[in-house]
């Protein structure tokens, strides 16, 4: 538990709270969640307790749904498309104001 915990504050804080402060851009998130969910799959696939099947099949589960969003953010990233806003958060910064 805290390892994921620690696992996610981190990946969080170098994907998308860092370059969201300084880019005054919060596309990054949409990197960081995915990549977060992969990473819960391969944590309870490690440290998973309980009956087998059930723990391979949520890890599976964690692991290809973070996986296949997370290397369509990543291309995404690559590409540049993050550096400018997302229509999505574009629309929440004028629902905030």
Avoid at 23 to 34: F, K, T
Avoid at 74 to 82: E, H, T
Wanted: overall charge neutral; hydrophobic content about 45%.
């Amino acid at each position: 538990m805290i390892v994921e915990r620690f696992t996610q504050t981190m990946l969080f804080m170098v994907i998308a709270h860092y370059p969201a402060y300084y880019n005054n851009c919060i596309s990054n998130v949409d990197v960081a969640w995915p990549v977060g969910l992969f990473l819960i799959g391969v944590q309870v696939a490690n440290m998973g307790e309980g009956w087998y099947p059930r723990v391979c099949i949520t890890s599976c589960f964690y692991v290809m749904v973070g996986g296949k969003k997370g290397l369509e953010a990543i291309i995404n990233w690559i590409n540049g498309k993050m550096e400018q806003e997302l229509p999505h958060h574009e629309y929440r910064q004028i629902y905030w104001k």
